[in-house]
């Protein structure tokens, strides 16, 4: 089984940044893709950044030039820093991985538990 612990949420004043971070445990053989999803309330959860195993980045256009996804592949570590935050950046935040475990040789997908930010205008 794997689990996946996001940390870094809060409230935050318009303008400012966050850093969350999501960490990773289990017998995890690869990891194909980390990825950062949103759900503001009534509406779907959307894709924010994501990387591949390959190293390759893609960021939805409202993250672009304000957010930078990371990660840490020793520690199995994802990070997103979120800067120039916007009241509409508020959301529930979730972390996203798909890997591949020494249990079941299959790569499935696992979510984080979420975390509220907030951006105060």
């Known amino acids: 089984q794997v689990h996946l612990v996001e940390s870094g949420g809060g409230l935050v004043q318009s303008g400012g940044s966050l850093r969350l971070s999501c960490a990773a445990s289990?017998?995890?053989?690869?990891?194909?893709?980390m990825g950062w999803y949103r759900q503001a309330p009534g509406k779907q959860r959307e894709l924010v950044a994501g990387i591949r195993g390959d190293g390759t980045v893609n960021y939805k256009d409202f993250a672009k030039g304000r957010f930078t996804i990371s990660r840490d592949t020793a520690k199995k570590v994802l990070y997103l820093q979120m800067n120039s935050l916007k009241p509409e950046d508020t959301a529930v935040y979730y972390c996203n991985f798909d890997v591949v475990t020494i249990a079941s040789g299959d790569e499935n997908d696992y979510w984080g538990q979420g975390t509220q930010v907030t951006v105060s205008s």
């Open positions: 289990g017998s995890i053989v690869s990891i194909t893709f």
